[in-house]
């Protein structure tokens, strides 16, 4: 995997300059206020047209496509079947909107405060979001659903949370009240009333298990488009990668890039956010005040899988750029887009590891 990531971050150091500034933008701005899932916003383009194969199916509150550069036939179909399969026992996993879900019964654990022996699956990634948690120190925070909740109310009622209610969640969220044991693969959460969201990562780890399925199956030439969060695999035959668009906005300066072997994810308020009394609210909150974010950004990470890069892109918003460049500095893992409305205008910022 190192080396495949080296080979499409140089990729990247020959189309796009280290540091790209916008000018004379526009942005039309809708607004929506989804919060079943952050869905990242990358696209993506075919230049094989005739040889890729799509399929499309409801997944985890959004549309996940699968497109792979293969002749069609049984053993193809029979491959992605098991690939949708997989994504399917994975939400029954990690969503916090179905009730026997696994995540919504350990959360439920938090009433009675007992340790709770956990999936692999759920270890693994609740195990990632705490490390996250901690290195940025709590940009990114699994334990947000308390807050979350909250924030999908005043979708509704268009108005922002009553301040107590503000603070009684804030009482219940907080990543350090969050356990696990790797010993015996265990959990336990410390506050009852406790709520897990992984909005901001599962989906990207559950696409990576599907082109797992995909890739054990013979079929290694495929993309993984979860709302617009792409898992990417190897590229179609005689491409040096698969096209995509970088970001969800429009913008002069956005790259169209040749990927492979890695992921890319958006998370942003350019398109969903809620406005109360002239301030805008994004659909992402910050967990150190519990309120919505109100910078107007726009983050898109490229990683080497998508959980990381799902995480990263919900990370990279809440530190904002100058944060996030320098905390990605330190992990060399990453390239990221960060895309900023100012004064009407778009401001593009671009940052890579060393080669």
């Avoid at 899932?37 to 194969?53: K, M, N």
């Avoid at 709770?116 to 490390?131: D, G, I, K, Q």
């Amino acid at each position: 995997m190192k080396g495949l990531f080296s080979q499409y971050l140089n990729h990247i150091h020959h189309l796009a300059p280290p540091i790209l500034q916008a000018t004379h933008t526009r942005f039309s701005l809708i607004c929506s206020f989804n919060l079943l899932w952050i869905a990242g916003l990358a696209c993506f383009r075919s230049q094989v047209a005739g040889e890729i194969q799509i399929f499309s199916r409801s997944l985890m509150g959004t549309e996940v496509s699968i497109k792979v550069d293969s002749e069609p036939g049984s053993p193809l179909k029979n491959a992605v079947d098991a690939a949708y399969q997989q994504g399917d026992r994975l939400n029954m996993i990690f969503s916090d909107y179905e009730q026997q879900s696994e995540l919504s019964k350990f959360s439920r654990s938090s009433i009675s405060g007992a340790s709770v022996t956990l999936s692999p699956e759920l270890f693994t990634v609740l195990s990632y979001a705490r490390m996250l948690s901690i290195s940025t120190d709590g940009a990114f925070d699994c334990t947000l659903g308390p807050l979350s909740r909250l924030w999908r109310i005043a979708r509704f009622q268009k108005r922002l949370p009553a301040k107590a209610k503000l603070s009684s969640a804030r009482l219940r969220v907080g990543h350090h009240n969050l356990l696990l044991e790797e010993k015996d693969r265990s959990g336990k959460l410390l506050l009852p009333g406790m709520v897990l969201d992984l909005g901001g990562i599962a989906k990207g780890y559950v696409a990576d298990r599907m082109m797992e399925v995909l890739r054990k199956n013979g079929f290694h030439r495929c993309l993984i488009d979860a709302g617009g969060d792409l898992t990417i695999g190897s590229p179609p035959l005689e491409r040096k990668g698969w096209r995509v668009e970088i970001g969800g906005r429009k913008h002069p300066d956005f790259p169209v890039l040749e990927l492979r072997d890695c992921a890319v994810a958006t998370s942003g308020d350019l398109e969903q956010f809620m406005e109360v009394e002239g301030m805008r609210y994004s659909h992402l909150i910050d967990p150190s005040t519990g309120m919505g974010l109100t910078n107007v950004s726009q983050a898109t990470v490229i990683s080497p899988t998508g959980m990381e890069a799902d995480a990263m892109a919900s990370a990279a918003l809440v530190m904002g750029f100058d944060r996030a460049q320098s905390f990605f500095a330190k992990e060399q893992r990453h390239a990221l887009y960060y895309l900023s409305l100012e004064n009407g205008e778009g401001k593009l910022r671009f940052w890579k590891p060393d080669p």
